[in-house]
């Protein structure tokens, strides 16, 4: 796990943006590196590629006819049963409310059922 990065998955909002502080979603608070992802496929590649990330703020809608962030969630789980490994800690900054509750639910439920 990749102490103080936050995997930031939005397709809209940039965790960088000045003018806002969508960095108070995070659920670390010393945050080395930001990395921003905006699709299930660049969620994927930075995961494979680097390894986990220490946390993960989640968007649940990305754009239509495209994979959402409870899609996300679930390739996660799976990515952590396949590979053995304790699931990040996570935040859902989704203005959609049934989208973020699917997301929380399946990763709490997770945690329950993981031992880890």
């Known amino acids: ?3 103080g990065i936050l995997l930031w998955l939005d397709d809209i909002r940039d965790p960088n943006d ?3 502080n969508w960095l108070e979603y995070s659920p670390i608070s010393k945050i080395e590196k930001t990395i921003w992802v905006k699709n299930f496929s660049e969620f994927k590649l930075y ?4 390894g986990l990330p220490e946390a993960i703020c989640f968007d649940h809608d990305l754009g239509d006819d495209t994979p959402s962030g409870y899609d996300c969630s679930k390739w996660l789980v799976d990515y952590c049963i ?10 859902c900054q ?3 409310p049934v989208g973020k509750k699917n997301i929380d639910s399946l990763l709490i439920n997770y945690l329950k059922f ?3």
């Open 114 to 116: 993981s031992n880890k």
């Open 18 to 20: 000045k003018n806002v």
């Open 1 to 3: 796990m990749c102490k």
């Open 47 to 50: 995961i494979e590629t680097n």
């Open 82 to 91: 396949d590979n053995n490994l304790k699931l990040p800690k996570w935040n």
């Open 94 to 96: 989704s203005a959609n």
